[in-house]
């Protein structure tokens, strides 16, 4: 199972972005997929994450500007960040979180991160 993550660049503030995050391989279902983010000199911090059934959960500091949703026919969760703020200059991760296969179970998979840069 792989999480290629895409949507990320330069935008200024008060601006807006979509990230996207598709998981590919033979899945039957992905419990929790998810977004956090690691800004320059700090640890990684959770944005964002979404349940199969919608249940969405936010940290603090995006409430009312960052949505996310998903695709649960195409394994694919989207971020939509809108006003965005200097502060939210990071890399960004896509996560996804109990994923079942016809044979596997897995925890817990990471994407590589893309780069969203808020600056005027």
């Known amino acids: 199972v792989q999480l290629q993550a895409s949507g990320g660049g330069l935008v200024q503030p008060g601006g807006s972005l979509r990230l996207s995050c598709a998981a590919s391989g033979n899945i039957f279902s992905i419990n929790t997929m998810g977004w956090y983010r690691q800004a320059p000199g700090k640890q990684r911090e959770f944005v964002a994450a979404?349940?199969?059934?919608?249940?969405?959960n936010y940290a603090d500091s995006v409430k009312g500007r960052f949505t996310i949703s998903r695709d649960n026919a195409k394994n694919t969760v989207y971020l939509q960040m809108n006003m965005l703020k200097p502060e939210d200059t990071a890399v960004y991760y896509c996560?996804?979180?109990?994923?079942?296969?016809?044979?596997?179970?897995?925890?817990?998979?990471w994407g590589q991160g893309t780069q969203v840069t808020v600056s005027s």
């Open positions: 979404i349940t199969s059934g919608g249940s969405t």
């Open positions: 996560n996804a979180a109990g994923i079942s296969g016809p044979y596997y179970f897995i925890d817990d998979v």
